[in-house]
């Protein structure tokens, strides 16, 4: 079972370079989400999408855009990176909201 | 919006002790609430969860309490085993102002055995 897979798991971008973290999930889940977490802050929700055809910002959405792209699959798109947003980025999935949530193991991003 | 405060930041017990992780949260609203374990390298693992309605939940050696009224709820894990050291994120889920349940997370515990 692949479950929530995040592409790619590492990547180092300049500043200003733009950027798409692809998730996909074989899990038939109607909702997907993405956050970032950094040292000492937890979990924070950038977009989601409850259902496919649907996003909604979360916590921390500037800077971010996304696409739902069908059921199975949600991008995160970093149009002109910057250093703030270096960070472990996490794709996650449920079969309904406020079901339990399914994570990927994560994307590294570094922006010098 | 909801505010979700976890404590120890980090908390070291003897292997085969117990441990115990608290978490509060503001909004009296939330009815879900999750705990995930994360280890190294890896994405955050659901491992226990709980909604209002019930009080305690449990799954072998590990429990869930929650107090609706003091709005806190806390992990527990007995018997203690050196693969339980990870980091621990508390959850919980509020309906937001179009309905959507969203997740707010506490700020994580890192769970040392010692063996």
């Known amino acids: 079972n692949a479950g929530v897979t995040q592409t790619p798991k590492f990547q180092v971008l300049k500043t200003g370079q733009s950027m798409t973290l692809q998730c996909a999930q074989d899990?038939?889940?109607?909702?997907m989400y993405w956050y970032r977490q950094d040292p000492g802050m937890g979990l924070r929700l950038i977009y989601y999408?409850?259902?496919?055809?649907?996003?909604d910002k979360g916590e921390v959405p500037n800077g971010y855009n996304v696409s739902r792209l069908n059921k199975r699959e949600f991008s995160l798109r970093l149009e002109s990176a910057a250093p703030s947003q270096t960070s472990v980025y996490f794709c996650?999935?449920?079969?309904?909201?406020?079901?339990?949530?399914?994570f990927g193991d994560g994307t590294r991003l570094s922006i010098l | 919006g909801e505010n979700v405060e976890q404590h120890p930041s980090t908390l070291s017990v003897q292997e085969g002790d117990s441990a115990v992780i608290k978490c509060t949260y503001s909004?009296?609203?939330?009815?879900?609430f999750p705990w995930y374990k994360q280890e190294l390298g890896k994405g955050p693992q659901l491992i226990i969860d709980?909604?209002?309605?019930?009080g305690e939940k449990k799954d072998q050696r590990i429990a869930v309490t929650l107090n609706k009224t003091a709005k806190h709820f806390s992990l527990h894990i007995t018997e203690t085993q050196p693969e339980d050291s990870a980091v621990y994120f508390c959850?919980?889920?509020?309906?937001?102002?179009?309905?959507?349940?969203?997740?707010?997370f506490g700020t994580g515990t890192r769970l040392t055995i010692i063996p």
């Open positions: 996650a999935s449920s079969e309904q909201e406020s079901q339990p949530q399914h």
């Open positions: 899990m038939n889940h109607n909702s």
């Open positions: 999408s409850a259902s496919e055809g649907t996003t």
């Open positions: 909004d009296s609203a939330s009815n879900y």
């Open positions: 709980i909604r209002s309605n019930v």
């Open positions: 959850a919980a889920s509020i309906k937001g102002n179009f309905g959507n349940e969203k997740l707010t």
